[in-house]
């Protein structure tokens, strides 16, 4: 099939390589003439794991082309991908500036019918918005159809590749005939197209990510109860992730969620339901408690410094909101870093791949290491922010004797409780009693 993708962020940019990948001929389109060159010439501008392979072998094999063009990238599409920002609005809105624009400008230039697919995150109602901005310019018949992305950072291409289920919103016979055959080849092992209307499928996606949300939101109030109760958390969760009810997903306590999808649908579907005159009142919560999750170890380190930690050195492990990304969008590292920084400690602070995103942020303010341990020379305290998987089994001895202070706060708990025990270290942790305090 000819497939046009309108955008080449994240969600499009992974969309296409990866429908490109099962033998479709997709032309990605992006107004960022810097952007597209860079994709001509190669280089992709974001780090996800597998998709650089992919991408240099569909390129090679003339599957995926990029344009600046949208007359041109559309041209011939029997379905078009629309993959903008959805950004949230001041208060709390999904931004349709980028899509409805779009839409805007794909009426006139369509010359024969085409499914047009809002893959990018948007509110009940977007597709009715879409068609009808579509309509205004257009002498062809069309379907706008609701394909909401499921794709987690750093396993984004295994996703769109094996998805669990692909939720696809229309009413139409006709463009269900064509999203089946577009999406069979993905699901071969039985697992379900779900069709239903396109508002219930635009919901899906917000109830998908609010639902997860909660349940990590939950399990952080879990912690800090045990805190306040001498519990550990860990037992806890293994007792109720053995429950297929609940099941062991999304039930790791921690310095709360960020990222690009989560914190913006939990925002967008508050707002929504606002507007609806519902009043959301889990949503609400989920969104306060992650804010003060996010902080929630800079007491703990300003009471161990006994208030001042002027001229204190804190090393940071992990600047992404995950592992396997370079995304920093509300990554909790860089609210922590602000603080310490505010508080007069100096942060030297190492991440396998986003420390270029957040140079570009904060630039001079602190110190960027080439690797986890250069970031602990002299340093009074370790702070850790990301679970990357290098992090989980360092060289204790080699920290003890790098490190002016004997002391690790880890947001992540990445270390066994009963290990840490036979450690020279005070360890801090997320609803687990501290050792060698």
Same mark, same amino acid.
């Given at each position: 099939?000819? +497939?046009?993708?309108v955008g080449t962020g994240y969600v499009g940019l992974v969309t296409g390589t990866c429908?490109?990948?099962?033998?479709?001929?997709?032309?990605?389109?992006?107004?960022?003439?810097?952007?597209?060159?860079?994709?001509?010439?190669?280089?992709?501008?974001?780090?996800?794991?597998?998709?650089?392979?992919?991408?240099?072998?569909?390129?090679?094999?003339?599957?995926?082309?990029?344009?600046?063009?949208? =007359?041109?990238?559309?041209?011939?599409?029997?379905?078009?991908?629309?993959?903008?920002?959805?950004?949230?609005?001041?208060?709390?809105?999904?931004?349709?500036?980028?899509? *409805?624009?779009?839409?805007?400008?794909?009426?006139?230039?369509?010359?024969?019918?085409?499914?047009?697919?809002?893959?990018?995150?948007?509110?009940?109602?977007?597709?009715?918005?879409?068609?009808?901005?579509? =309509?205004?310019?257009?002498?062809?018949?069309?379907?706008?159809?609701?394909?909401?992305?499921?794709?987690?950072?750093?396993?984004?291409?295994?996703?769109?590749?094996?998805?669990?289920?692909?939720?696809?919103?229309?009413?139409?016979?006709?463009?269900?005939?064509?999203?089946?055959?577009?999406?069979?080849?993905?699901?071969?092992?039985?697992?379900?197209?779900?069709?239903?209307?396109? =508002?219930?499928?635009?919901?899906?996606?917000?109830?998908?990510?609010?639902?997860?949300?909660?349940?990590?939101?939950?399990?952080?109030?879990?912690?800090?109860?045990?805190?306040?109760?001498?519990?550990?958390?860990?037992?806890?969760?293994?007792?109720?992730?053995?429950? $297929?009810?609940?099941?062991?997903?999304?039930?790791?306590?921690?310095?709360?969620?960020?990222?690009?999808?989560?914190?913006?649908?939990?925002?967008?579907?508050?707002?929504?339901?606002?507007?609806?005159?519902?009043?959301?009142?889990?949503?609400?919560?989920?969104?306060?408690?992650?804010?003060?999750?996010?902080?929630?170890?800079?007491?703990?380190?300003?009471?161990?410094?006994?208030?001042?930690?002027?001229?204190?050195?804190? =090393?940071?492990?992990?600047?992404?909101?995950?592992?396997? $990304?370079?995304?920093?969008?509300?990554?909790?590292?860089?609210?922590?870093?602000?603080?310490?920084?505010? *508080?007069?400690?100096?942060?030297?602070?190492?991440?396998?791949?986003?420390?270029?995103?957040?140079?570009?942020?904060?630039?001079?303010?602190?110190?960027?290491?080439?690797?986890?341990?250069?970031?602990? +020379?002299?340093?009074?305290?370790?702070?850790?922010?990301?679970?990357?998987?290098?992090?989980? $089994?360092?060289?204790?001895?080699?920290?003890?004797?790098?490190?002016?202070?004997?002391?690790?706060?880890?947001?992540?708990?990445?270390?066994?409780?009963?290990?840490?025990?036979?450690?020279?270290?005070?360890?801090?942790?997320?609803?687990?009693?501290?050792?060698?305090?």
């Amino acid at each position: 099939m000819k +497939i046009a993708v309108v955008g080449t962020g994240y969600v499009g940019l992974v969309t296409g390589t990866c429908l490109a990948e099962t033998g479709n001929r997709v032309t990605c389109v992006d107004i960022d003439k810097n952007k597209v060159d860079m994709l001509k010439n190669g280089q992709i501008p974001i780090y996800e794991p597998g998709l650089e392979a992919m991408f240099e072998r569909n390129v090679n094999q003339n599957r995926l082309s990029f344009t600046t063009s949208l =007359a041109e990238g559309i041209k011939d599409a029997e379905v078009i991908f629309l993959a903008l920002p959805t950004p949230p609005g001041e208060n709390g809105s999904a931004d349709l500036k980028y899509i *409805l624009k779009v839409a805007h400008d794909l009426g006139p230039l369509l010359d024969k019918y085409v499914v047009i697919v809002d893959k990018s995150t948007v509110p009940v109602g977007t597709a009715v918005k879409v068609s009808d901005a579509i =309509a205004v310019n257009c002498s062809v018949d069309f379907d706008v159809v609701s394909n909401p992305e499921f794709l987690r950072e750093g396993v984004a291409v295994d996703d769109f590749m094996k998805p669990d289920r692909v939720v696809v919103g229309t009413k139409s016979e006709r463009a269900q005939k064509i999203m089946s055959k577009l999406f069979s080849p993905l699901v071969r092992q039985g697992n379900p197209i779900l069709f239903m209307d396109e =508002a219930s499928a635009e919901l899906t996606k917000y109830a998908a990510n609010s639902f997860l949300a909660t349940k990590i939101t939950f399990m952080n109030e879990i912690a800090n109860l045990c805190e306040q109760l001498g519990a550990d958390v860990d037992a806890v969760r293994r007792g109720i992730g053995t429950d $297929t009810r609940i099941g062991k997903r999304f039930l790791f306590a921690g310095i709360g969620y960020g990222g690009s999808c989560f914190p913006k649908d939990v925002q967008a579907l508050e707002k929504s339901s606002s507007d609806a005159d519902y009043d959301f009142k889990i949503l609400k919560s989920v969104m306060e408690v992650n804010q003060l999750q996010k902080t929630k170890l800079i007491p703990e380190i300003v009471k161990h410094f006994k208030g001042d930690l002027s001229g204190k050195t804190i =090393a940071v492990w992990g600047l992404a909101f995950k592992p396997y $990304t370079d995304d920093i969008r509300e990554a909790p590292a860089l609210e922590n870093i602000k603080m310490l920084l505010d *508080l007069g400690a100096k942060v030297k602070a190492y991440d396998p791949e986003a420390m270029t995103n957040v140079k570009a942020m904060m630039g001079d303010q602190m110190t960027y290491c080439k690797d986890e341990y250069e970031s602990t +020379i002299d340093a009074d305290a370790l702070l850790i922010m990301t679970e990357w998987p290098e992090f989980r $089994t360092p060289d204790f001895d080699k920290l003890s004797e790098e490190m002016n202070g004997q002391v690790i706060f880890d947001g992540r708990n990445l270390f066994d409780i009963e290990d840490m025990k036979d450690k020279a270290f005070k360890y801090v942790s997320i609803g687990r009693v501290k050792i060698n305090d």
